[in-house]
């Protein structure tokens, strides 16, 4: 009777010690997944962080095509170095229907944002001194004389950056020329020659195109 009581006590033993192990590793089956998914929502919250909304905050640096009508550059290259996020300083030389031309200007973007509207002041000037430049017209034949001319510049446009560098933009404004009398002619011409040459010449509307890669 003893014998089959130890029996017993040792098999039910056995089977309690037999249900804590499975206890044991059936808590830790529970927990390894617990810890996978704290590491993927960790993961998942570390990929969901936003993109910057205003790639000028890391790209200081663009170098454009930049060309216009009484523009900056002409036809030429300009460089711009973004001071802030929304303060850009541009720089370029080009050639314009005067020969050589250089300048500078700055710009305050207004959003913070890839594409945002400008306003910006700057001064450029024509470096060439150009004598007898002939103009062929319909009802006029003449040559004229060309001095270096300085002109300040108001303007407002837009400019998209995206964030692998591309930028793009236009501006409108007007180009006043300090000299008064940028160009000079010995002969008889028309009005229309003369509106024509002050259009080209003299203070008006100004137009901008640039398009480049921002660093």
Partial sequence: MKKSFLTFLAIVALCLNMNAQRGKKATKTRDRPEAKTEQSSQSQRSQAKPMSLNPRADRKI??????????????????SYYVTKNIAVDGGAGIGFAGLRAGVR???????????????????????????????????????????????????????????????????????????????????????????????????LSTGFRIGWAF
């Fill in 106 to 204: 700055g710009r305050y973007l207004f959003l913070d944002k890839k594409f945002t509207p400008y306003v910006g002041v700057g001064l450029f000037r024509n470096l060439s001194s150009i004598e007898n430049l002939e103009f062929d017209l319909p009802d006029d034949f003449f040559s004229v004389n060309l001095e270096p001319s300085t002109y300040a510049q108001g303007l407002i446009g837009f400019e998209y950056m995206g964030n692998r560098g591309f930028v793009i933009g236009f501006d409108l404004g007007y180009s006043n020329n300090f000299n008064d009398n940028p160009w000079s002619t010995s002969a008889s011409i028309t009005n229309e020659s003369r509106d024509a040459l002050d259009l080209i010449y003299g203070s008006g």
């Fill in 62 to 79: 663009a170098i454009v095509s930049d060309s216009g009508l009484k523009s900056m550059t002409g036809v030429g290259l300009s460089a």
